[in-house]
């Protein structure tokens, strides 16, 4: 696995990393260091060196640095030029191009290849509302995309004729960064869509969600019978998308009437009267253990844990802490 330093003038990289860390998880052979105030440039190179050596795999090495030109870049290119057949630098960092590097750890192996991809994320990771205000480049680009996607005719059958589900996750909070950046990174959906008869009918939220997608990523709101009909629809046989549910409930609603789901990811279910927290993420009232049951007993797996870093729960334990807690 290619190591990473984040480097950076002042605490950045420290904060940086924390951010990452809340979004993506864990990480392995990851180092932050800064060059504060106090220090000079043989403080934070020898940060660098001993960051390095922790690392597993030491021939392949990226620099992630704030500022082209700053101390923490020299110092990274004083190194980099004893090994530039395999380590790299990209300067401009910011949180975007952090959690893409973390992604493309898991099908890159070289610190050139994360390198070159990067550039784009960080530039996609910069964006602007109102839209009004983006270069004029950009908005007639946006533009031209939106034009080119036609109303396709009913009936028409595209791939194989089935919606394809790259993950399906129960989420109180629905579309956050941690859906958006890690799970949307390692599933890579071309669409993600929120099924909810509550927020499909909430002007507000909706919007607020269709805007949070990422880049290249579409974003739809539609109620549970919506959903129904577009999992039989032969239109959407090309499409990979990324459900979301907020609650058990809806998920359990969609399969029965046919949306073809064999695994939910639970990520978190928000606190309320009539619940027990379970963990601190995971709050179940008497209709959530009864739907669980439910789920389980017509062969849904249980994937519990909210980014693919983390280690999985067992669902059957969460499930009867809660039943005993609530009495049941």
Sequence with gaps: MVGIILASHGSFADGIFQSGQMIFGDQENVAHVTLMPSEGPDDIRAKMEQAIAGFENQDEVLFLVDLWGGTPFNQANNLVEQHKDKWAIVAGMNLPMVIEAYASRLSMNT?????????????????????????????????????????????????????????????????????????????????????????????????????????????????????????????????????????????????????????LNIGSMAHSVGKVAVNKVLSLGKEDVETFDKLKAKGIKFDVRKVPSDSKDNMDEIVDKARKELQM
Excluded: C
Excluded at 145 to 152: E, H, L, S, V, Y
Excluded at 229 to 242: C, I, M, N, Q, S
């Design 111 to 263: 610190a050139h290849e994360i390198a070159s991809h990067l550039v784009e994320a960080g530039k996609d990771g910069v964006r602007v509302k109102p839209e009004s205000l983006a270069p004029k480049k950009s908005v007639k680009k946006a533009a031209a995309k939106q034009q080119a996607g036609g109303a396709i005719a009913p009936g028409t059958v595209l791939g194989d004729g089935h919606i394809k589900y790259v993950l399906a996750r129960i989420d109180s909070r629905l579309l956050h960064g941690q859906v958006a950046t890690a799970w949307t990174k390692t599933t890579s959906p071309d669409r993600i869509i929120v099924v909810s008869d509550g927020v499909a009918h909430d002007k507000l939220r909706k919007n607020l969600i269709t805007e949070a997608a990422p880049p290249g990523v579409k974003a739809n709101v539609i109620p549970i019978q919506k959903m129904i009909e577009v999992a039989k629809d032969p239109r959407f046989g090309a499409t990979k998308a990324l459900l979301l549910f907020e609650t058990p409930e809806d998920a359990l609603k969609a399969i029965e009437g046919g949306v073809d789901i064999k695994e």
